[in-house]
T-cell receptor, first 120, second 115 residues
Framework: AQKITQTQPGMFVQEKEAVTLDCTYD???????LFWYKQPSSGEMIFLIY??????QNATEGRYSLNFQKARKSANLVISASQLGDSAMYFC?????????????????FGTGTLLAVQP | NAGVTQTPKFQVLKTGQSMTLQCAQD?????MSWYRQDPGMGLRLIHY???????DQGEVPNGYNVSRSTTEDFPLRLLSAAPSQTSVYFC??????????????FGDGTRLSIL
């Protein structure tokens, strides 16, 4: 069965330091996509970064990068140079199907989230 | 540039009352879905729709009904509210046939309390 596991309920990081948020997943589908969303205290869900199962390189978006280790079924989010505004809940999510070949519906399975607190 | 609009933002109900949470999107997305977010459990899919007239159940559909008469709107109905349905509800939309990095676009959520 599809499953996303985030084992870190909460983390602290000093401002300007890098932080890694862990995400492992389980699926039997060879085609899948992995997403990270940020949820600040205001409550909205903000899309950060995407990694497809057939992508050869790790995804990067500004200060966000995804450490994708397919054999280990992990998709950790790395935030470089943390800022106070990065304090939020972070969710890892998976969609089965729909990478290079399309055809999937956009159903997402979410992890339980990691609450990140950036300290000055 | 509205995106996904949810109303109301907050609601308090008594057990047994009925309620419809509204969701509208202006991006011509075929796919729409409802999630609920509970502490420590992440977001769980309630119902989804891949187009007008087509709906299907997600992970936690019991106690909720949906319909999709137009591309733009996807209301979620609680026919007889129960305290276990106290949660934050999110509506999301995207193109139906997911391709690559097409994320779901989320509304701002509806915080629902049932007493």
């Amino acid at each position: 069965a599809q499953k996303i596991t985030q084992t870190q309920p909460g983390m602290f990081v000093q401002e300007k330091e890098a932080v890694t948020l862990d995400c492992t997943y389980d699926t039997s589908d060879p085609s899948y996509g992995l997403f990270w969303y940020k949820q600040p205290s205001s409550g909205e869900m903000i899309f950060l970064i995407y990694q497809g199962s057939y992508d050869q390189q790790n995804a990067t978006e500004g200060r966000y990068s995804l450490n994708f280790q397919k054999a280990r079924k992990s998709a950790n989010l790395v935030i470089s140079a943390s800022q106070l505004g990065d304090s939020a809940m972070y969710f890892c999510a998976m969609r089965e199907g729909g990478t290079n070949y399309g055809g999937a519906t956009n159903k997402l399975i979410f992890g339980t989230g990691t609450l990140l607190a950036v300290q000055p | 540039n509205a995106g996904v609009t949810q109303t109301p933002k907050f609601q308090v109900l008594k057990t047994g009352q009925s309620m419809t949470l509204q969701c509208a999107q202006d991006m011509n997305h075929e796919y729409m879905s409802w999630y609920r977010q509970d502490p420590g459990m992440g977001l769980r899919l309630i119902h989804y729709s891949v187009g007008a007239g087509i709906t299907d159940q997600g992970e936690v559909p019991n106690g909720y009904n949906v319909s999709r008469s137009t591309t733009e709107d996807f209301p979620l109905r609680l026919l007889s509210a129960a305290p276990s349905q106290t949660s934050v509800y999110f509506c999301a939309s995207s193109p139906a046939r997911a391709w690559g990095n097409q994320p779901q676009h989320f509304g701002d959520g509806t915080r629902l309390s049932i007493l």
